[in-house]
C-alpha cells in the first residue's frame, strides 16, 4: 500500500487508553501509564502497523505514548525517539482533575472548552494555538530531515488535532470538527510542491475494543 508514492508518509497516532481518559478526567501532562486495555490497544496497533515499513518513531516523552511507541517499534524494529514537540498540552490547575468538576467551578471556561477551546485562556495553561505553533515546527522539521521516507508520530488527542488542522489549513474552530479514538492512526502525505495531504484519519479497524471520547 502507498508504494508508488514519491514522497514522504507520516503516520499520526493517538496513544493507547489510560485510566484519565476512561474516567472522564483532563490529562494534560499528568503522567498515566496505558491501562490494560490501552497495553492491549499498542499491541494490537503495532501488529497493525508492522507491514507499513516505517523508518522512524517520534513520540511525546509522556508515559503513555512512549508505551504506545514502544511496542511499535518493537514490532517494526524501529528505534524510538522523544520529541518534546510532540508534548501533551499543559493544562496547569486542570491536570489531572475530573471534567465534571472543573464544569462546575469554572463554568464559563467549561463552555469554552466544549464549544469552542481555541479561544480557552485559563492561567499556567497552553493554549491551542501554542500547541498547534510548536507540533507543526516538529513536523516540518521532521519531513525536511526524512524527506521521501516514512515516519511515525505518536502524540495526544490535544496535540494531534491543532497538527492536522495546521498541515491542512482548517480554520478556528476545528477541534472539535476532527476525532480520534485511542490507539487510531492517521495518514498524511507530504510533497513540496503539494504540502500535506490527508489520506486517512482515525482508522480504528484493528483494534477489538475501545471507548470514543466526545468531550
Not at 497493525?48 to 522512524?56: H, I, T
Not at 511499535?72 to 493544562?91: D, M, R
Not at 468538576?101 to 469554572?106: C, G, L, R, S, T
Amino acid at each position: 500500500m502507498h508504494q508508488d508514492f514519491e514522497g514522504t508518509l507520516i503516520f499520526l497516532v493517538r496513544h493507547g487508553e489510560c485510566e484519565g481518559n476512561i474516567k472522564g478526567m483532563f490529562r494534560g501532562r499528568t503522567d498515566f501509564p496505558l491501562n490494560k486495555r490501552g497495553l492491549i490497544q499498542a499491541q494490537d496497533l503495532a501488529r497493525e502497523l508492522k507491514s507499513f515499513s516505517l523508518k522512524y518513531i517520534y513520540t511525546s516523552p509522556l508515559v503513555r505514548a512512549r508505551q504506545t511507541a514502544e511496542a511499535i517499534g518493537e514490532q517494526c524494529g524501529v528505534e524510538v525517539k522523544a520529541e518534546e514537540g510532540f508534548n501533551n498540552i499543559k493544562l496547569g490547575s486542570w491536570e489531572g482533575r475530573f471534567m465534571k468538576e472543573i464544569a462546575e467551578q469554572y463554568p464559563e471556561e467549561w463552555g469554552l472548552w466544549i464549544h469552542n477551546p481555541e479561544k480557552l485562556r485559563v492561567k499556567n495553561m497552553e493554549t491551542l494555538y501554542d500547541v498547534q505553533k510548536r507540533a507543526k515546527a516538529c513536523l516540518d522539521s521532521l519531513v525536511s530531515k526524512h524527506e521521501g521516507e516514512t515516519l511515525t508520530v505518536v502524540s495526544h488527542r490535544a496535540v494531534l488535532k491543532p497538527l492536522i488542522s495546521a498541515c491542512l489549513n482548517i480554520a478556528s474552530p476545528y477541534f472539535w470538527k476532527i476525532h480520534l479514538d485511542t490507539a487510531s492512526y492517521s495518514l498524511l502525505s507530504h510533497k513540496k510542491d503539494k504540502g500535506y495531504c490527508l489520506i486517512q484519519l482515525n482508522q480504528n479497524k484493528h483494534l477489538k475494543e475501545y471507548v470514543a471520547e466526545w468531550v
